[in-house]
């Protein structure tokens, strides 16, 4: 009899990239089926934390509180290469100004919201679904916001300044390490063999979508949210990759960094050691 695995991935561009061979039927599942849910970060990382879902993204910020549960599995990951969430406000402000200031968040355990209190610490956060933060701010109900997906490339259409770039700060900060932001996560009580299978067959689904890439983008497209078909492609391109394809070494390395420095900072209340599927 078929497996059937709940899959949720947030609906954005890059994940409905990653995403689209296998929702479209492009690859094979052997007797596997796929049901998909998609919902912002924020949510799935709470419902990961009831442990709702077989297979879902995640911020790897949320993972430092999965970990008994879940598995980051070996690809899927979302990751700035330099660039990242960024930060941004009505009236220009510098790092740090933020200090004191009410500053809208898409979720208290996205790894933008990490990365931003290990950047700047002693602000007040606000949190506001990810897609209306740009008006939030441009509205003056916040001081400032911290935007991610689409929002990093069209928040100066609505009149906003960049205070920081958080995927900028953390390379200066690790000689040049990418920010580890988003990953795929499995239930561990799948098993290994079930875990390894839906791991082959979730890395085939990215991989059919890097080597179709024009068809992938015509889908993707569908969830930016007011891109041009040239921004989609930019915005993909920044977030889907060799790298999702698989962390690497440098990839992993960063995961391991991120959290660390979370812990350190007394942000994350234990030391994770992180492993993959597959380890």
């Not at 330099?82 to 930060?87: A, I, L, T």
């Not at 990215?206 to 041009?228: D, F, M, Q, S």
Request: proline share 4%; charged share 25%; aromatic share 8%.
């Amino acid at each position: 009899m078929p497996r059937t695995i709940r899959v949720a991935h947030s609906p954005d561009s890059d994940d409905a990239f990653m995403f689209w061979a296998l929702a479209a039927n492009k690859i094979d599942t052997g007797d596997l089926r796929f049901e998909h849910e998609l919902q912002d970060i924020e949510t799935l990382n709470r419902r990961a934390m009831a442990g709702e879902l077989d297979v879902t993204a995640v911020s790897i910020h949320a993972y430092a509180y999965l970990s008994a549960r879940y598995a980051l599995l070996p690809h899927g990951a979302s990751m700035g290469e330099g660039y990242g969430p960024r930060v941004v406000s009505l009236k220009e402000l510098r790092p740090g100004d933020l200090a004191g200031r009410r500053i809208a968040v898409p979720g208290t355990l996205t790894s933008a919201y990490l990365a931003l209190k290990m950047f700047q610490p002693g602000w007040e956060p606000e949190v506001v679904a990810f897609d209306r933060i740009i008006q939030h701010v441009a509205e003056g109900r916040a001081e400032a916001g911290l935007i991610i997906h689409e929002g990093q490339l069209t928040f100066q259409d609505a009149g906003l300044h960049l205070v920081a770039d958080l995927g900028e700060w953390w390379a200066k900060e690790t000689g040049g390490l990418p920010l580890p932001l988003g990953g795929n996560v499995i239930r561990r009580d799948l098993g290994d063999d079930l875990m390894l299978e839906v791991s082959r067959v979730l890395r085939a689904s990215i991989a059919y979508g890097l080597k179709h890439r024009r068809e992938a983008l015509r889908h993707a497209r569908h969830y930016g949210r007011g891109l041009t078909d040239a921004q989609t492609d930019e915005f993909v391109g920044m977030y889907v990759n060799q790298r999702t394809l698989d962390y690497g070494e440098e990839g992993r390395r960063a995961v391991q960094l991120f959290l660390d420095r979370g812990f350190e900072a007394g942000l994350i209340p234990r030391r994770i050691a992180v492993s993959f599927v597959g380890d």
